[in-house]
Every structure is written in structure tokens, then in C-alpha cells.
């Protein structure tokens, strides 16, 4: 499968998990930590999976407003996308990742809703990176 790239980015981190992440532009800058739960000391910071979340629920929700149009509909502003990542072993050896998106979409009707989220699960980008690599669920809230 080709990609027409219209944007690209970079980041880099020093430091692995309990180091730092830079955008090449400079507009982000974090301090990253190893959560306790994955046996790091935790504190102030941030990790790739909470990185990650940030970015699908991000990505999702302007692809809810991508095909809306196409779907009759309007997203309201007040629609949020919640993503809940998960990360520990696989039984297969290493490790992996889960994803979970709650969406909410206020004053629409949940048939509509939901035909809306479905849509915007086939054209995200980050749905479509994960698509059979990763266990996603779509509750709609």
C-alpha cells in the first residue's frame, strides 16, 4: 500500500522511557517516566502511552469530522473522544498494546452516532495503523 504524504514530523528521545521527547520544531518537549505499574519510579511526566492516547482520540475525532459531511451530519463541539491505552506482556513473548475509544457525540441520535464512528474507524489513520495489530474497541457513550 502506498501513502501520499502531505505532512511529516519527527520527534526524539533520549533517555528511553525515563528520558525526554523533543518534536524536531521544538514545539513539544517532555520529560518521559516509566509508570510504577511498569516498574519504574513514576512521578512527574509522561510515557509513550499516554502520548498515544492523546494522539488517536485526537486523530479520531477529526476523523469524525472528515466524513460527517459525507454522512449527512455535523459533528457537535462538544463531542470528545476518551482513548484508554493499555500496555503488558503477550503470551506470544514481548509486548503489546490495547486500545479502547469511548466516544460521546451530544444530541445525536445513537444510531447516527454510531454509523459516524464507524465510518471514522475506516478512514483514522490510527485505526488504520492498529487494524489487526491491535485489539481496538469503539464504545459509544
Known sequence: MSVDVKYRT???????RDGQATTGDGSLKIKLTTPTELGGMGGPGNNPEQLFAAGYAACFLGAMKAVAPAQKMRVPSDATVTATIGIGPRSEGGFGITAELKVVVPGVDRADAQRLIDAAHQVCPYSNATRGNVDVGLTLG
Open 10 to 16: 519527527t520527534a526524539t528521545a533520549t533517555g528511553g
